[in-house]
């Protein structure tokens, strides 16, 4: 049965005399017990090695994972440097307690990517006093399973950045301390984090010097932290907390926010790609200048127009709560408190909190919004990254209109059609009052001038090319758009 299999080696090793079926077997034979197929770690020259494999026996500055509140054996070691093999990706470990806790000399974390933490129910301290550290990638770790994320991160003073922005923290019960010390930070997305559970948020942000900009999604309720310990969460933070435009006002009355004179924002996050975007928030601006970043301008749909396939829109001075909005982002990124792609749309509300609205007021609008995902409707247009709306195919159960966001809606609207509807057109374009235009595919060239643009005409400010997009240097020859006609430019 195993002849020949030299390299056979089990609970013994291959002997040419004993290969029948006698030696298959974990005892005295070829075979390995699976119990002792786990993961270890070896420290050697400063570096801890995560592995996953058939281990009988540890030998010297070798350990086994411990679970529950156990301490690793690996504690007291002089770390530099972090390894988690490839074979590491087989474990399931189900605590992480302690387990880097005061490396002040480790700087480097590789293959973290390897490191499964489906099970993990434990992050007490795991990182706790790495000071060394200036990056950690965090950003794929499955959170679902944990309990305790207290001072997860203290004391973590050099890290710049950190992405917990996908952390499913439904099931944390104490998040005490979790960034306390994290001197370096200057932003902290935690739009993802859920309090159902939470029961202590003691110094989370406290001795945060440098972070300006701490992002909240709606599972982070701020009428829940006054029933919880919050003791100085946020002391000695001057971050500015942005929230979801639903919990604008949860979070702007909250004693406890209100305690540390925090300055709460709503916000809400964009494709950072496109030119434009659609908004409808449920509270309201006057967007002074200063008092709004992400956008420059924002536009109300006043008329639609079948015939020419486009949509007529209106610049808007104010946002006034629950009317939707199609907004012109940000050509070149701006710096953002750390959000310098431009991923965010975000104002200072108008003081009367008397204007929020609890419903989109889309009555006599042919912009329609939402301040929840939705699935959109069939038969609507959503407008999409080349700066057209497109239609929704009426059987439509998987495209969707995102939170905060509008649609086109022309089903009872027969404004330059007559009797059929909009139901032919493919696709409409916006132009804008004063004969800007984007995705002009649409639109034709003045046929009394054969679209050609001359040099004693009127300069005009602004060319777009066939594609919608704004050109900041036309090339004498080719054709762009302007004033909503097709031209060549000759200067």
């Not at 923290?169 to 997305?189: E, H, I, Q």
Request: proline share 3%; glycine share 10%.
């Amino acid at each position: 049965m195993f002849s020949g299999c030299k390299k056979l080696k089990g609970d013994i090793e291959y002997n040419p005399s004993k290969v029948d079926k006698t030696y298959a077997t974990v005892d005295g034979g070829y075979f390995r017990n699976i119990k002792y197929l786990r993961p270890w770690v070896k420290f050697v020259d400063g570096v801890l090695t995560f592995q996953y494999g058939y281990k009988e026996t540890v030998g010297n500055d070798e350990y086994l994972l411990v679970g529950g509140t156990s301490m690793p054996g690996w504690r007291y070691k002089d770390v530099t440097k972090v390894v988690f093999d490839k074979t590491f990706e087989q474990a399931r470990p189900t605590s992480c307690y302690e387990w880097f806790r005061n490396f002040e000399k480790l700087s480097t974390i590789e293959g973290i990517e390897n490191f499964n933490t489906s099970k993990v129910r434990i992050m007490y301290r795991m990182f706790d006093g790495c000071s060394a550290l200036t990056s950690l990638d965090v950003s794929n770790f499955n959170t679902s399973e944990v309990t305790d994320m207290s001072s997860m991160f203290f004391g973590c003073s050099r890290l710049t950045s950190l992405d917990v922005s996908h952390f499913n923290t439904s099931n944390v019960t104490s998040m005490y301390c979790m960034f306390d010390g994290c001197s370096a930070l200057t932003s902290l997305d935690l739009s993802s984090f859920d309090i159902l559970n939470l029961k202590n948020v003691g110094y989370m942000f406290a001795k945060t010097p440098n972070l300006s900009a701490i992002y909240f999604g709606n599972k982070f309720d701020a009428g829940k932290l006054s029933s919880i310990s919050n003791t100085d969460m946020f002391s000695n933070s001057p971050a500015t907390l942005y929230c979801s435009p639903l919990q604008y006002e949860s979070f702007k009355s909250n004693s406890i926010i209100a305690s540390y004179g925090q300055a709460v924002k709503p916000y809400v996050s964009i494709n950072k790609t496109p030119e434009y975007g659609t908004l409808c928030v449920p509270v309201g601006s006057s967007l002074v200048a200063g008092s709004f970043t992400g956008f420059d301008k924002l536009y109300q749909v006043t008329n639609a127009d079948k015939n020419k396939g486009s949509i007529t829109l209106t610049e808007a001075k104010s946002i006034e709560p629950g009317v939707p909005y199609v907004y012109h982002r940000y050509l070149e990124g701006v710096d953002f408190d750390g959000k310098n792609d431009m991923s965010v749309i975000t104002f200072e509300v108008d003081a009367d909190a008397s204007s929020s609205v609890t419903a989109p007021k889309n009555e006599g609008h042919l912009l329609k919004g939402t301040f929840e995902s939705m699935v959109a409707k069939g038969g609507s247009y959503i407008l999409q990254t080349d700066g057209n709306f497109h239609p929704v195919a009426a059987d439509n159960t998987t495209l969707k209109v995102g939170a905060y966001r509008a649609y086109l809606d022309l089903s009872s609207t027969e404004i330059g059609g007559g009797d059929e509807g909009f139901g032919e057109a493919k696709a409409y374009s916006m132009v804008f009052e004063g004969g800007e235009a984007t995705g002009i595919d649409r639109i034709n060239g003045d046929s009394s001038n054969k679209g050609i643009y001359d040099q004693a005409d009127l300069q005009p400010k602004v060319y777009f090319d066939l594609m919608g997009r704004k050109v900041a240097a036309p090339q004498k020859g080719e054709i762009y758009i302007v004033n909503g006609k097709k031209v060549v430019y000759n200067k």
